[in-house]
């Protein structure tokens, strides 16, 4: 499908429809507590009031539902290939989050034939009729998959860690997202959230050291949302396949979320941030690919 033939199909599906928020969320590597970030700050969204669904584009991994502690039925490979519609595959957790499993849908879009990329944009179009806010959950690391998501998106919160490990593995995420061919850093903003600190300075000094290096090898700065401490009531939840947030909303690391959540929801935050939807996010995924 051809960008012209894109374009026809979301202008056709557009009038007057609302645009969902969509919000990346990555890192440089596995086991830093992505997923957990994705997970309540969709549980703070929906305490403030908003429609809330995540999408599992982590297609190895199925962290996601393992937190929720439920077993999605249909994913988008049903979507694609069974004749699903969208709603279908929404799977609802805690508090009605909505949860769409990528499952291997997402890695087969890329050799899909008009039919069917028509077919996928015209559903996924329906998505911002259904949520206020869309939270896609990628991968870890610096895959193609990974890229593609985040070059789509206007929005992206990376999570990193105090650990040596976890700051070079972002650097190495935003270089290969900074020098991505179709990156634009003026409609994609970086948005860093250092978790796993033992004190609320250790997350800022965390932001500063990794923001000096981009802002002098890259060129572009990153903007700092907070921190999330190490919690004992955090891995305990996850030990039980409850949020954090839902749990114990007494813990630490919940009220570090909240914060995180307000600020991200505030009236400056959100009326710098345009809204593009979720049709248009995959459509630029799919204008990407050869």
């Not at 690391?141 to 040596?164: H, K, M, Q």
């Not at 270089?175 to 860093?192: C, G, I, Q, T």
Request: aromatic share 6%.
């Amino acid at each position: 499908m051809d960008q012209a033939e894109q374009l026809r199909i979301l202008k056709a599906s557009e009038q007057a429809r609302p645009l969902a928020r969509v919000i990346t969320v990555t890192s440089g590597k596995g086991g830093v507590g992505k997923s957990n970030t994705s997970i309540n700050l969709a549980i703070q969204f929906r305490k403030m009031g908003s429609r809330v669904i995540i999408l599992d584009a982590d297609f190895g991994l199925a962290n996601i539902e393992i937190m929720f502690g439920t077993v999605p039925k249909h994913n988008l490979y049903d979507l694609i290939y069974q004749g699903k519609n969208i709603r279908e595959i929404i799977t609802w957790g805690p508090m009605e989050v909505g949860f769409i499993s990528g499952g291997s849908g997402i890695a087969g879009m890329a050799n899909l034939k008009r039919e069917y990329l028509k077919y996928i944009i015209q559903n996924l179009v329906q998505l911002d009729a259904i949520a206020d806010i869309i939270i896609v959950d990628t991968g870890a690391g610096i895959s193609d998959a990974v890229l593609e998501f985040l070059v789509a998106s206007g929005e992206i919160l990376l999570v990193t860690t105090p650990e040596p490990t976890s700051i070079t593995d972002s650097y190495s995420l935003l270089k290969a997202l900074y020098r991505h061919p179709r990156f634009d850093e003026e409609a994609s903003k970086v948005k860093m959230i250092a978790n796993r600190v033992h004190r609320e300075e250790e997350g800022q000094v965390l932001y500063h050291k990794l923001n000096a290096v981009v802002e002098r090898y890259l060129r572009i700065p990153m903007i700092y949302l907070g921190s999330v401490p190490e919690d004992p009531q955090l891995a305990r939840a996850v030990m039980q396949q409850v949020p954090v947030s839902l749990e114990n909303p007494g813990a630490k690391s919940t009220a570090a979320y909240e914060r995180i959540a307000n600020r991200l929801m505030g009236r400056e935050e959100t009326e710098r941030q345009p809204r593009r939807g979720m049709a248009a996010f995959f459509s630029y995924i799919i204008s990407g690919r050869k």
